[in-house]
């Protein structure tokens, strides 16, 4: 079935509220569920939305505020993950409220716990028959959108020049100059993170190094957001479920596929997504791996989309980034933002102390969630807990990430404590 086309029909289908206006382009991110129901002799497959989001923005560190109570960042792909988190938070309340309610994604897991584990959080898995996959109308920011682009002039220019030339070692140099110039790069606005290898910015190839961490780019004031090919790259590790929900969730929950529109590039994403994390269990220590530590999401497909999206940014050079933002959650949240404010639209500055203005997708709001499963469950002792501390509470998620920050995103930007003390 075509990821694309189920998604792009779906996003048909939602109010304009939030959409690009007219001579501006935005990024899709869906993320798709495949379940596959077996009968008496027929698998019969069926497919739905479960989260999207869309928008391109950023918001840069001097808006962040201390109470998880805005978007800080406003990209497709994020924006997505956080609906997604968002309906997994609604199933878990429905399945402890209701013992009759049949959740799509989601069933109770019977575990042994571990000794270390003294929590007496419930256990829920995906279902078997279940699978997800990502969609994005356009290849994710940071370390994705770098590869070798080949320029059409190049080669004219070096068949024109061949002529003139009788010195054979200038020549030679003329040749490896041409070169540089006939294959460029395809470049990111994503800047290299401290600490990781510098971009040289140089002509032509020479301008970017690959495999590095990157902070998103903003609009004047810099971001203190990783790009979304780090962040994809890192739900390749630790699942897309986060910290808080691994409480609920044990095993980390994986996408079975990706695929990608505008600027697709196979090794870039390869490179992107999977290869520079894939061994992040010490290859010297593979026979000693802690049982806590997450597998590998090695399995994740990459695919191509050629379908054209309507909001495009390649459709026009004099489009400009629509400053909207659109998350959806399955059955039927649909919230807009803005992405300058990552506040609900419709509110204005002098509201910002309303509650109401704050997307149901914040820190702040998703929290409350947590908190509220912590409720269902009769145990008091989380709720003077803030968001850092809880955070910290799931094992396995903790240990592999530590693990993945120590052998391969050493450079990885974190929250400030000050920015997630809330409770
Ligand atoms: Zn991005």
């Given at each position: 079935m075509n990821i694309d086309k189920i998604s792009h029909d779906f996003f048909d289908t939602i109010d304009k509220k939030g959409k690009p206006l007219k001579n501006e382009w935005t990024i899709l991110a869906t993320l798709v569920v495949e379940i596959n129901d077996s009968t008496q002799d027929e698998v019969v497959t069926s497919w739905k939305v479960i989260s999207l989001g869309t928008g391109n923005r950023c918001l840069g560190k001097s808006s962040l505020t201390k109470y998880g109570d805005v978007l800080n960042d406003s990209h497709a792909e994020v924006i997505c993950k956080r609906s997604f988190q968002r309906y997994l938070y609604s199933e878990i309340v429905n399945l402890l409220s209701n013992n009759q309610y049949s959740s799509l994604l989601l069933e109770f897991e019977k575990v042994e716990k571990?000794?270390?584990?003294?929590?007496?959080m419930p256990i829920f898995k995906i279902k078997d028959n279940v699978k997800l996959h990502f969609y994005v109308t356009h290849t994710p920011c940071g370390d994705c959108s770098i590869f070798p682009i080949e320029k059409d002039t190049g080669v004219l220019e070096l068949n024109e020049q061949k002529n003139e030339v009788q010195d054979e070692e200038e020549d030679e140099e003329k040749k490896r100059n041409l070169k540089k110039l006939k294959f460029d790069t395809q470049r990111t606005g994503a800047k290299t993170v401290?600490?990781?290898?510098?971009?040289?910015?140089?002509?032509g190839v020479d301008y970017h190094q690959v495999g590095q961490l990157r902070i998103k780019p903003g609009r004047g004031d810099q971001t203190d957001s990783m790009s979304c090919s780090d962040k994809i790259a890192r739900w390749n590790v630790l699942?897309?479920?986060?910290?808080?929900l691994s409480n609920f969730i044990q095993k980390p929950l994986f996408l079975s596929s990706i695929t990608v529109g505008d600027l697709f590039n196979r090794d870039s994403l390869q490179r992107g997504l999977l290869d520079r994390v894939k061994d992040y269990h010490n290859p010297t220590t593979t026979n000693n791996v802690d049982e806590f530590i997450y597998p590998f999401n090695s399995d994740m497909k990459i695919h191509q989309s050629v379908l054209e999206f309507q909001y495009s940014k390649l459709k026009s050079e004099f489009a400009v980034s629509s400053g909207y933002s659109i998350n959806y959650s399955y059955p039927s949240t649909k919230e807009s933002t803005i992405s300058s404010n990552g506040k609900k639209l419709g509110f204005t500055k002098k509201d910002?102390?309303?509650?109401?203005?704050?997307?149901?997708?914040?820190k702040s709001h998703l929290f409350k969630q947590f908190k509220k499963i912590t409720t269902l469950l009769n145990l008091?002792?989380?709720?003077?807990?803030?968001y850092h501390q809880c955070k910290q509470l799931s094992i396995p998620y903790n240990k592999t990430l530590n693990k993945l920050k120590e052998l391969k995103f050493k450079n990885w930007k974190t929250n400030s404590i000050d920015l997630i003390q809330f409770k």
């Amino acid at each position: 079935m075509n990821i694309d086309k189920i998604s792009h029909d779906f996003f048909d289908t939602i109010d304009k509220k939030g959409k690009p206006l007219k001579n501006e382009w935005t990024i899709l991110a869906t993320l798709v569920v495949e379940i596959n129901d077996s009968t008496q002799d027929e698998v019969v497959t069926s497919w739905k939305v479960i989260s999207l989001g869309t928008g391109n923005r950023c918001l840069g560190k001097s808006s962040l505020t201390k109470y998880g109570d805005v978007l800080n960042d406003s990209h497709a792909e994020v924006i997505c993950k956080r609906s997604f988190q968002r309906y997994l938070y609604s199933e878990i309340v429905n399945l402890l409220s209701n013992n009759q309610y049949s959740s799509l994604l989601l069933e109770f897991e019977k575990v042994e716990k571990h000794k270390e584990d003294d929590s007496s959080m419930p256990i829920f898995k995906i279902k078997d028959n279940v699978k997800l996959h990502f969609y994005v109308t356009h290849t994710p920011c940071g370390d994705c959108s770098i590869f070798p682009i080949e320029k059409d002039t190049g080669v004219l220019e070096l068949n024109e020049q061949k002529n003139e030339v009788q010195d054979e070692e200038e020549d030679e140099e003329k040749k490896r100059n041409l070169k540089k110039l006939k294959f460029d790069t395809q470049r990111t606005g994503a800047k290299t993170v401290d600490g990781e290898i510098q971009d040289l910015k140089g002509e032509g190839v020479d301008y970017h190094q690959v495999g590095q961490l990157r902070i998103k780019p903003g609009r004047g004031d810099q971001t203190d957001s990783m790009s979304c090919s780090d962040k994809i790259a890192r739900w390749n590790v630790l699942g897309l479920q986060g910290s808080l929900l691994s409480n609920f969730i044990q095993k980390p929950l994986f996408l079975s596929s990706i695929t990608v529109g505008d600027l697709f590039n196979r090794d870039s994403l390869q490179r992107g997504l999977l290869d520079r994390v894939k061994d992040y269990h010490n290859p010297t220590t593979t026979n000693n791996v802690d049982e806590f530590i997450y597998p590998f999401n090695s399995d994740m497909k990459i695919h191509q989309s050629v379908l054209e999206f309507q909001y495009s940014k390649l459709k026009s050079e004099f489009a400009v980034s629509s400053g909207y933002s659109i998350n959806y959650s399955y059955p039927s949240t649909k919230e807009s933002t803005i992405s300058s404010n990552g506040k609900k639209l419709g509110f204005t500055k002098k509201d910002f102390q309303n509650p109401k203005s704050q997307s149901t997708i914040c820190k702040s709001h998703l929290f409350k969630q947590f908190k509220k499963i912590t409720t269902l469950l009769n145990l008091p002792k989380y709720q003077d807990m803030t968001y850092h501390q809880c955070k910290q509470l799931s094992i396995p998620y903790n240990k592999t990430l530590n693990k993945l920050k120590e052998l391969k995103f050493k450079n990885w930007k974190t929250n400030s404590i000050d920015l997630i003390q809330f409770k």
